[in-house]
T-cell receptor, first 114, second 109 residues
Framework: GAGVSQSPRYKVAKRGQDVALRCDPI?????LFWYQQALGQGPEFLTY????????KSGLPSDRFFAERPEGSVSTLKIQRTQQEDSAVYLC????????????FGPGTRLTVT | EDQVTQSPEALRLQEGESSSLNCSYT??????LFWYRQDPGKGPEFLFT???AGEEKEKERLKATLTKKESFLHITAPKPEDSATYLC??????????FGKGITLSVRP
């Protein structure tokens, strides 16, 4: 079946602009995660949804970052007033709702803030 | 706080030269240890999950093992197509994954 998809794949934003990144999880996966990956680093956790409920947002770096999953399927990560330090790859992952179950990742969105 | 340290940072092998990648971890209540492969410009690709010390899993030239403090990814007779970054991650008391920085493997023909 289809894997996790993300759009856009690449986004260039001018400093101060708002951006919205989309994630379509694997069908039937109720858990959805967002990670941020800087160049040469491993992914870092941002936030976690189970269905439409945002259960953990402890990794969001500032109140400029906001995520939603209103119908428990597609999710959007929004970054307001982008800064240069927001430049990174944003990865979305989905999994079955069981402890310790593997997460499947999308290709990521590469955000460059100029 | 969960922590993962991977070593070495980079590894260059000759085709056919077997080696091991190390992942040291500290976690509160291990729910799973995961290995992923990441190619440039792509998302991490799931390889293995290990749940308890002593567990081993194999896939083609790769074999993952787990102790209470470490995991190893053994690569037997690697080929150039095994070149990639290998990521180790743990899942603890919450559902999120905590990743190491990754090990960049280059296999020369």
């Amino acid at each position: 079946g289809a894997g996790v998809s993300q759009s856009p794949r690449y986004k260039v934003a001018k400093r101060g602009q708002d951006v919205a990144l989309r994630c379509d999880p694997i069908s039937g996966h109720v858990s959805l995660f967002w990670y941020q990956q800087a160049l040469g680093q491993g992914p870092e956790f941002l936030t976690y949804f189970q269905n439409e409920a945002q259960l953990d947002k402890s990794g969001l770096p500032s109140d400029r970052f906001f995520a939603e999953r209103p119908e428990g399927s597609v999710s959007t990560l929004k970054i307001q007033r982008t800064q240069q330090e927001d430049s990174a790859v944003y990865l979305c992952a989905s999994s079955l709702p069981m402890w310790g179950h593997e997460q499947y990742f999308g290709p990521g969105t590469r955000l460059t803030v100029t | 706080e969960d922590q993962v340290t991977q070593s070495p940072e980079a590894l260059r092998l000759q085709e056919g030269e077997s080696s091991s990648l190390n992942c040291s971890y500290t976690v509160s209540g291990l729910r799973g240890l995961f290995w992923y492969r990441q190619d440039p410009g792509k998302g991490p690709e799931f390889l293995f999950t290990l749940y308890s010390a002593g567990e081993e899993k194999e896939k083609e030239r790769l074999k993952a093992t787990l102790t209470k403090k470490e995991s190893f990814l053994h690569i037997t007779a690697p080929k150039p197509e095994d070149s990639a970054t290998y990521l180790c991650a743990v899942s603890g008391a919450n559902s999120k994954l905590t990743f190491g920085k990754g090990i960049t493997l280059s296999v020369r023909p």
